[in-house]
């Protein structure tokens, strides 16, 4: 098993610009995160799924969508990139509460 | 909304000492989670506390939550540089699993 794995690993972008950060899991978890970490600040919550087809808000929602088309898959989008959204970006999976994290994506937005 | 607080933010320690990262919650907790990254890395389970006054080890870690369910601590006996990395309580409440900003622990050879 794979288990989370994200693409891509780095990216920069200009400010203005917009991409799709994608999440796949094969451990067919109904529960997918999408966090951001920033120094100090630990990991704060950006948007969640609860099963295939449904999404909701976290903790810092602004600036973000998501999409759950399907249930092993977990889109994050950025669709106006602003300095402020350079950070590192880990999806998770979760069975019932642990969270199984992906590698990371780390983007720079200038 | 709930906090969750965590110190010390560093610790730097010679190989050998001990290390302990505690965690604090603005509201009582169902459970809580341990996570620990390594430089570079993704955050991985450690353990899940849920009952109060709870104590589990894992070797040379031992893990405690509190009688009100409201804090939580890490202890590491005798350091090793493989302990290096950054420390994270996560704690649950209803549907919510908030992270602490983690304790950053660097050990001395």
């Known amino acids: 098993n794979a288990g989370v794995t994200q693409t891509p690993k780095f990216r920069v972008l200009k400010t203005g610009q917009s991409m799709t950060l994608l999440c796949a899991q094969d451990m067919n978890h109904e529960y997918m995160y999408w966090y951001r970490q920033d120094p100090g600040m630990g990991l704060r919550l950006i948007h969640y799924?609860?099963?295939?087809?449904?999404?909701a808000k976290g903790e810092v929602p602004d600036g973000y969508n998501v999409s759950r088309l399907k249930k092993q898959n977990f889109l994050l989008g950025l669709e106006s990139a602003a300095p402020s959204q350079t950070s590192v970006y880990f999806c998770a999976s979760s069975y019932p509460d642990r969270r199984f994290f992906g590698p990371g994506t780390r983007l720079t937005v200038l | 909304g709930q906090q969750v607080m965590q110190i010390p933010q560093y610790q730097h320690v010679q190989e050998g000492e001990d290390f302990t990262t505690y965690c604090n919650s603005s509201?009582?907790?169902?459970?809580i989670q341990w996570y620990k990254q390594r430089p570079g890395g993704h955050p991985v389970f450690l353990i899940q506390?849920?009952?109060?006054?709870e104590v589990k080890k894992q070797k040379r870690l031992t893990f405690q939550f509190g009688e009100a369910k409201k804090n939580s601590s890490l202890h590491i006996t005798a350091t090793q540089t493989t302990d290096v990395g950054t420390y994270f309580c996560?704690?649950?409440?209803?549907?919510?699993?908030?992270f602490g900003g983690g304790t950053r622990l660097m050990v001395k050879p």
């Open positions: 506390l849920v009952k109060s006054g």
């Open positions: 996560a704690g649950s409440a209803g549907n919510m699993l908030t």
């Open positions: 509201t009582t907790l169902s459970n």
């Open positions: 799924s609860v099963g295939e087809g449904t999404t």
